[in-house]
């Protein structure tokens, strides 16, 4: 796991190496071998979707916010006043959601 965040490093220096890249590495590292586990990681980490969290961007996390805030309020009305009425906001935990989802225990 180590190699491939060191390769990624390497590959990408403006971005380095950030907390939570080692959660992707590993999941990709469980199906895959490790050259296609780092190509995996790349692809990843290189959509401008995951890429704007990685590197936290103010308004890249405010958008997914916003959207998130938005499905909630649709698809989890119960959730979503819960969420208000605690007083919590969606940049409050979704960058380490959104970070780890891929290797979250079910």
């Not at 208000?84 to 079910?106: A, H, K, N, R, S």
Request: glycine share 6%; hydrophobic share 50%; proline share 7%.
């Amino acid at each position: 796991c180590a190699r491939i965040l060191e390769a990624y490093t390497f590959f990408r220096p403006d971005i380095g190496y950030v907390q939570g890249m080692s959660f992707l590495a590993a999941m990709l590292l469980l199906y895959l071998p490790p050259y296609q586990s780092f190509v995996g990681l790349c692809n990843l980490l290189n959509t401008p979707s995951v890429l704007g969290l990685y590197t936290l961007e103010t308004c890249a996390v405010a958008c997914r916010a916003r959207v998130f805030g938005q499905l909630c309020a649709q698809q989890l009305p119960a959730v979503a006043r819960c969420i208000d009425e605690v007083g919590l906001t969606p940049e409050m935990f979704l960058i380490e959601w959104f970070m780890t989802v891929f290797q979250v225990p079910q």
